[in-house]
């Protein structure tokens, strides 16, 4: 899709290369993995990731405990609170009127990844899958070697990565609207905060690359090739404004016209 520099003006029209490209490449990597020709490529990288990263419990303690930790549902709550702290930093980096767009844009792909996310777990592709610990023998298994930490570490629907899927939508996020420094620093904190349910085998790499990455793609390019950004954006500035407003002045300042 076509990028804007950061903070340009909103174009109301249709960026047809982009929205062809980014669904002719999610087509492209959900096809390749159902395709059994292809597949096996997929299964080879697949296991050689797991046998890596979930090899790499057989080690101290303390390793066990971290990514143990680091699966338990409460952790969901640090990747949640940093994205909001980010976002936060890159709404207020700007001048007033790349605050009020920021704000507007980011509260527009919020709603749209809830919607996204809704959608997703509907099953629409009907693909069932195992997660690794649950078919490869000699998996490491968290809950058992540290059993008094409650973790995720096998799943009976493993395909996609929903966590994954909202990580790659924000990474579009700050890519399309903050430019590449911004868009590489959130792909780093995608990649890091993907890693436990791959460590701990509860998702396969490809649940994440094929499954997550093709409907990130197929979803924030029809939200971001499209008038819709900028239709949403419109419709939100004046509320993100007024809320800035009140934001900087403080709860009890009088709002000015």
Not at 41 to 49: F, M
Not at 151 to 178: N, P
Not at 244 to 256: F, N, V
Request: charged share 15%; net charge positive; glycine share 8%.
């Amino acid at each position: 899709m076509r990028h804007l520099a950061p903070d340009a003006a909103v174009p109301a029209r249709w960026s047809v290369v982009g929205l062809l490209v980014c669904n002719l490449l999610a087509g492209l990597l959900l096809g390749s993995w159902l395709c059994p020709s292809t597949r096996i490529h997929w299964e080879h990288l697949d296991r050689a990731a797991f046998h890596l990263l979930n090899g790499s419990l057989d080690g101290p303690g303390w390793w066990q405990v971290a990514w143990a930790a680091a699966n338990h549902r409460l952790f969901d709550l640090v990747p949640a609170v940093l994205t909001l702290a980010i976002i936060c930093a890159f709404v207020f980096a700007g001048d007033r009127r790349q605050m009020v767009r920021r704000a507007a844009a980011g509260v527009a792909v919020a709603l749209f990844i809830l919607l996204v996310r809704k959608l997703a777990g509907l099953d629409v592709l009907d693909i069932h899958r195992h997660s690794p610990t649950r078919v490869v023998s000699g998996a490491i298994r968290l809950s058992k070697v540290v059993p008094w930490i409650s973790s995720k570490d096998a799943s009976t629907q493993s395909f996609l990565g929903d966590h994954c899927v909202c990580l790659l939508m924000l990474t579009g996020f700050f890519w399309y609207y903050g430019g590449v420094a911004w868009g590489l620093c959130y792909a780093a904190f995608t990649a890091v905060f993907s890693l436990p349910r791959l460590v701990s085998g509860a998702h396969w790499l490809t649940d994440d690359l094929v499954g997550s990455g093709s409907i990130a793609l197929a979803s924030m390019s029809l939200l971001l090739a499209t008038p819709l950004h900028g239709f949403f954006e419109r419709l939100l500035m004046p509320a993100a404004g007024r809320l800035l407003r009140r934001w900087q002045s403080g709860p009890d300042a009088p709002e000015s016209g």
